[in-house]
Structures are given as structure tokens and as C-alpha cells.
């Protein structure tokens, strides 16, 4: 059984002009995702298609909270998300994506399946470097135990790598 069939929208004897869809998004849904970055959530999707002849304009908001893993202390937290996203779909004689945000569709197809793109756009909607959010004191709230063992493990001025030291010397020539 597919659970992503509600993702599917027949645009087909859908009139010209603008339509709405909602959809949320939860654990279920990034089940299907092999390999997701993501395993829990709850993102609500507003969709506004914008029907034309020949094209159909897809603007997408999302809202909502995912859980990821912190890249500092490994510890998941709730990351709270906020994004809009475009996607233009044509008609033509075969699938081909012209762009990041461009697809072309053949011209038989009666439905387009906004699964895949909603997935991807939740993944780009989050920041290259996961953190836990800083408090309200501007402290970092990732685990505590973890943050020392960090510190004892970084570098300190004192501790100096002479291979370094080469490099330097070119730095400071110039």
C-alpha cells in the first residue's frame, strides 16, 4: 500500500488558476525516504499550484519541527523549521529536469507525485551545521558532559605543531 498517495495531485480537469492543498508530514512519511537524515517530525505543507495550460507553478510553504542530531555534542534535538519553495512543472513529450526548481513531465501524465520534492525541500531547509539552539542566557544547550570532553580534547595556544611552522614563515613573506 502507498502511504505517499495522498502526496499525488491530479491536475487533470483541474481548472486554470490558483488551487490550495495541505498536507502534513510526519514520522510515516520519512519512513519511506531510505537513508533520510530525518526519522521524526511533524511539518505542515501548504501548497498553492498555480494551473496554467502548459505549466503548473507549485509555491510551497512548510512550518514545523523536525528532529535531528546535533553535529557538536551527537545528542538529537527538535529543530524548528520555516521555508518556502518553488517548483515548475511542464508538459512535454518526456521527463527532464532543466533546472533545480524546472521539471518537465510528458504531456500523458495525469498526476504528479509532490512526495519526493517535499522530502528534498524539508532536507533544504535545514542549516549545513546542525546545533542545539542557544538558551535564553546565549549559553549553548547541548549536553554538558560532552562540551568538557570536547574542551579537553581541543587544542590550546600552548600546544603548538612545529610542522606548522613552515607554513607560517610563507604566510608572513609575502
Known amino acids: 500500500m502507498n502511504h ?7 491536475f487533470v480537469g483541474l481548472e486554470p488558476g490558483n488551487h490550495q ?15 533520510s537524515q530525518i526519522q521524526h ?8 499550484l498555480e494551473k496554467m495550460e502548459r505549466m503548473m507553478i507549485f509555491n510551497i510553504g512548510l512550518e514545523g519541527r523536525v528532529r535531528v542530531t546535533c553535529d557538536r555534542c ?3 534535538f527538535d529543530f524548528l523549521l520555516s521555508d518556502k519553495q518553488r517548483l515548475i512543472v511542464k508538459l512535454g513529450a518526456e521527463y527532464l529536469e532543466e533546472s533545480d526548481d524546472v521539471i518537465v513531465i510528458p504531456e ?7 512526495s519526493p520534492y517535499i522530502y528534498e525541500f524539508i532536507h ?6 546542525l546545533l542545539h539552539p542557544d538558551d535564553e542566557d546565549g549559553n ?4 554538558p558532559d560532552m562540551l568538557r570532553r570536547l574542551e579537553t580534547l581541543s587544542p590550546t595556544e600552548d600546544s603548538f605543531d612545529p610542522r606548522w611552522e613552515a607554513l607560517r614563515k610563507l604566510n608572513t613573506d609575502q
Open 4 to 10: 505517499l498517495k495522498e502526496f499525488n495531485i491530479q
Open 21 to 35: 492543498f495541505e498536507f502534513e508530514v510526519n514520522d510515516s512519511f520519512f519512513e519511506h525516504f531510505e537513508f
Open 41 to 48: 517530525g511533524q511539518v505542515h505543507v501548504n501548497v498553492d
Open 74 to 76: 551527537t545528542n538529537e
Open 108 to 114: 500523458t501524465e495525469y498526476q504528479f507525485d509532490l
Open 124 to 129: 533544504l531547509a535545514l542549516p549545513a551545521r
Open 140 to 143: 549553548s544547550s547541548c549536553d
